[in-house]
Nanobody, 126 residues
């Protein structure tokens, strides 16, 4: 059974940093795109960042570019999201996702992703 388990969320102040982790189990995703999405309160899910199988290509939403960094450790079957200079508008439930396939430029649309974690809450106070 494939599982994606996020961790690292919490309550922080504006300007602080957090590092989210997503550990996959049940199969290897070393050859697959992985991504982070988020759902702010009362809003629809939105793309945050994605990374291709090797880590050589990453894509970011404009709202997080320059502040967030996605990375992966294929030996640990884990993807990370380093979030710096957090803002109140970053408050959301953050979800990890994985595809059944990979591409040079990782996908940014949730419909392309086959597996999802349960989410971790990130709350940024002003």
């Amino acid at each position: 059974q494939v599982q994606l388990v996020e961790s690292g969320g919490g309550l922080v102040q504006a300007g602080d940093s957090l590092r989210l982790s997503c550990a996959a189990s049940g199969r290897s995703f070393s050859g697959n795109d992985m991504g982070w999405f988020r759902q702010p309160p009362g809003k629809e899910r939105e793309f945050v960042a994605s990374i291709n199988w090797s880590g050589s290509s990453t894509v970011y939403a404009d709202s997080v570019k320059g502040r967030f960094t996605i990375s992966r450790d294929n030996a640990k079957n884990t993807v990370y999201l380093q979030m710096n200079s957090l803002k109140p508008e970053d408050t959301a439930v953050y979800y990890c996702a994985a595809r059944n396939s990979g591409s040079y430029r990782p996908k940014t649309t949730g419909d392309f992703y086959n597996y999802w974690g349960q989410g971790t809450q990130v709350t940024v106070s002003s």
